[in-house]
């Protein structure tokens, strides 16, 4: 089935009422932490916080639209496993710099329909920056249009990447393309919320962002958010973007296959292989 601007406007209004909520709570929670754990692997954290930004969140969108269904970092699968619409829910993208008080977090509220990215909206709960965005109907921030920036060479790009949690177990790790990458570009971040790299990347802060061992909540919201703003989303080969494959490279399209060759180049570190 496919969806009418009024049916998109309507989500992304909705996804809009949803980050901003999980955004007030981080807000009110922001250096006021108590419950700080670990979830899994060393790093990966969880507080109070994103706990209770989620249930905001998932309290707009089962109040306005209880027949869609729901994947959200903190909850899990909600909802029956055939419905084509699914929301994918981070509401805290970027717990680690929350929990310091390094300013770049995000909430992340993105729409998929039949597993292809359609609406978004991301809060950054810091600086107040509303990115929206929705299949045929632009990006925006505060409101405003936003575009991709026009860089055309690798030389010139500032680009962005991150570490997966499950870094130190894989010599697919990154380290060596963040490498590779740092040498032939201006620089190479590593922002710390995939939401606002997106973001970031769709507004011409920055000209390209890649990452593996991601999940579907990361990236939703922010994958509409390039496409929309003129940029260009796929798998590191170029190949169509698949959300479960948990890999991305976007950018602002002119840099795409440069960045995309450059990856296919990479070869593990020695010193950060695993043994086995
Ligand atoms: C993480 C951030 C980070 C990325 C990690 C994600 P979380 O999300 O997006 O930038 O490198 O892979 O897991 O754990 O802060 O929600
Ligand atoms: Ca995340
Ligand atoms: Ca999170």
């Given at each position: 089935?496919?969806?009418?601007?009024?049916?998109?406007?309507?989500?992304?209004?909705?996804?809009?009422?949803?980050a901003?909520?999980?955004?007030?709570?981080?807000q009110?929670?922001?250096?006021?932490?108590?419950?700080?754990?670990?979830?899994?692997?060393?790093?990966?954290?969880?507080?109070?916080?994103?706990?209770?930004?989620?249930?905001?969140?998932?309290?707009?969108l089962?109040?306005?639209?209880?027949?869609?269904?729901?994947?959200?970092?903190?909850?899990?699968?909600?909802?029956?496993?055939?419905?084509?619409?699914?929301?994918?829910?981070?509401?805290?993208?970027?717990?680690?710099?929350?929990?310091?008080?390094?300013?770049?977090?995000a909430?992340?509220?993105?729409?998929?329909?039949?597993?292809v990215?359609?609406?978004?909206?991301?809060?950054?709960?810091v600086?107040?920056?509303?990115?929206?965005?929705?299949?045929?109907?632009?990006?925006?921030?505060?409101?405003?249009?936003?575009?991709?920036?026009e860089?055309?060479?690798?030389?010139?790009?500032?680009?962005?990447?991150?570490?997966?949690?499950?870094?130190?177990?894989?010599?697919?790790?990154?380290?060596?393309?963040?490498?590779?990458?740092?040498?032939?570009?201006?620089?190479?971040?590593?922002?710390?919320?995939?939401?606002?790299?997106?973001?970031?990347?769709?507004?011409?802060r920055?000209?390209?962002?890649?990452?593996?061992?991601?999940?579907?909540w990361?990236?939703?919201?922010?994958?509409?958010?390039?496409?929309?703003?003129?940029?260009?989303?796929?798998?590191?080969?170029?190949?169509?973007?698949?959300?479960?494959?948990?890999?991305?490279?976007?950018?602002?399209?002119?840099?795409?296959?440069?960045?995309?060759?450059?990856?296919?180049?990479?070869?593990?570190?020695?010193?950060?292989?695993?043994k086995?």
């Amino acid at each position: 089935m496919s969806y009418s601007s009024d049916h998109l406007q309507r989500f992304l209004a909705i996804a809009t009422e949803a980050a901003q909520a999980g955004g007030a709570v981080l807000q009110r929670y922001w250096g006021q932490l108590s419950d700080i754990q670990q979830k899994g692997r060393p790093g990966d954290l969880v507080t109070e916080a994103d706990k209770a930004a989620e249930v905001e969140v998932l309290g707009v969108l089962r109040r306005h639209l209880p027949d869609h269904a729901i994947l959200a970092e903190e909850s899990g699968r909600l909802g029956t496993n055939d419905n084509p619409l699914v929301w994918a829910v981070d509401p805290l993208d970027g717990t680690t710099n929350y929990t310091h008080q390094y300013p770049f977090c995000a909430v992340s509220v993105g729409l998929l329909i039949e597993g292809v990215p359609a609406v978004g909206a991301i809060f950054d709960p810091v600086r107040g920056d509303l990115f929206r965005a929705a299949r045929g109907l632009g990006a925006t921030c505060n409101r405003q249009p936003i575009r991709v920036s026009e860089t055309d060479s690798l030389a010139d790009s500032l680009l962005v990447t991150g570490f997966a949690y499950d870094r130190r177990e894989t010599a697919d790790n990154n380290y060596a393309e963040f490498c590779q990458l740092t040498h032939l570009t201006r620089g190479v971040r590593r922002g710390g919320s995939a939401a606002i790299d997106l973001a970031y990347v769709a507004c011409g802060r920055l000209d390209g962002y890649w990452e593996r061992g991601l999940s579907p909540w990361d990236v939703a919201a922010g994958v509409i958010l390039v496409q929309e703003a003129g940029g260009q989303v796929t798998a590191y080969d170029q190949s169509p973007f698949d959300i479960e494959s948990g890999r991305i490279l976007a950018s602002n399209g002119p840099i795409h296959s440069q960045l995309s060759h450059e990856l296919a180049q990479v070869k593990p570190l020695e010193r950060f292989i695993p043994k086995s």
